[in-house]
């Protein structure tokens, strides 16, 4: 489970679990306090991976397969 203000411990978790925390995560808009978190987040995952995975991304995207 994702908490701010609390390390993340990914340790004995399956991917799948992972996943269901970053998305519980990015559901964590309705927050008053955190407006427009889900694309502050996108923004600060695209400085982080390479180019080509986010292009990648984007060609799946376009193409349906995500």
Not at 40 to 57: I, K, Y
């Amino acid at each position: 489970m994702f908490a701010f203000n609390e390390p993340y411990d990914p340790e004995g978790k399956e991917p799948q679990e992972i996943l269901t925390d970053f998305q519980e995560m990015l559901s964590l808009n309705e927050d008053a306090n955190h407006p427009g978190f889900e694309g502050r987040v996108l923004d600060a995952l695209a400085c982080w991976l390479p180019r080509s995975t986010l292009a990648e991304f984007m060609d799946d995207l376009a193409m349906g397969r995500v």
